[in-house]
């Protein structure tokens, strides 16, 4: 099992910044990757950006060049640095963790956290 909490969310003009946190517990050393979803309202949730076990990064093509993801290895976090947000990056962004344990993946996610961009 994995647990998931994110943080960082909010209200913010467009142009603005916000870093999203998520802090991993339990059994997250056999994880694959640990990626940032969106849902806005009455959209599919999308992947945002992807991060491998290995380093690995991928991002949208809506986000390319506005944020980062990265980790803190020390801290079992994940972060998602948001620059030049947009009205249209409004949306609850949800931490995920994929995990292989024998032959199957398994993914876990966090509560949400909401962004909000304001024109």
């Known amino acids: 099992q994995v647990q998931l909490v994110e943080s960082g969310g909010g209200l913010v003009p467009a142009g603005g910044s916000l870093r999203l946190s998520c802090a991993a517990s339990g059994s997250i050393l056999s994880l694959v990757s640990m990626n940032w979803y969106r849902q806005a309202p009455g959209k599919q949730r999308e992947v945002v950006a992807t991060?491998?076990?290995?380093?690995?990064?991928n991002y949208a093509d809506s986000v390319k060049g506005r944020f980062t993801i990265s980790r803190d290895n020390a801290k079992n976090t994940v972060l998602l640095q948001m620059n030049s947000l947009k009205p249209e990056d409004t949306a609850v962004y949800y931490c995920?963790?994929?995990?292989?344990?024998?032959?199957?993946?398994?993914?876990?996610w966090g509560q949400g956290t909401q962004v909000t961009v304001s024109s």
């Open positions: 995920n963790a994929r995990q292989l344990r024998l032959v199957r993946f398994y993914d876990y």
């Open positions: 991060l491998t076990s290995g380093g690995d990064t």
